[in-house]
């Protein structure tokens, strides 16, 4: 079993600063991307922020510039901070990773359940 499990998200007003953590455990041999994405009402899933291993990152346009992904490879952990919140940034965040759970095992792609991030005065 492998878990992804968010904390951070809740209510922001407009201007503010967000910081969501993620944390992975369970059966896992090995990460190779951790971040974020999110899917607002009636959109599509988006990326926000990914991060490798070797600390290669990338953006989605509505994060760049106002967003830094993080990673604690011992801990396997995934930390995003995004500032200058709009409120069209409201959404759910979902962690993702993609991960093998032994040395001889594919990699698979893993997503946690969601935390809430309402920006609104």
């Known amino acids: 079993q492998v878990q992804l499990v968010e904390s951070g998200g809740g209510l922001v007003q407009p201007g503010g600063s967000l910081r969501l953590s993620c944390a992975a455990s369970g059966s896992i041999f090995s990460i190779n991307t951790m971040g974020w994405f999110r899917q607002a009402p009636g959109k599509q899933r988006e990326l926000v922020a990914i991060?490798?291993?070797?600390?290669?990152?990338n953006y989605g346009d509505s994060a760049k510039g106002r967003s830094t992904v993080s990673r604690d490879n011992a801990k396997n952990t995934v930390v995003l901070q995004m500032n200058s919140l709009k409120p069209e940034d409201t959404a759910p965040y979902y962690c993702?990773?993609?991960?093998?759970?032994?040395?001889?095992?594919?990699?698979?792609?893993?997503w946690g359940q969601g935390t809430q991030v309402t920006v609104s005065s």
């Open positions: 993702y990773a993609v991960l093998r759970r032994t040395e001889v095992s594919p990699w698979n792609a893993y």
């Open positions: 991060i490798t291993s070797g600390g290669s990152t």
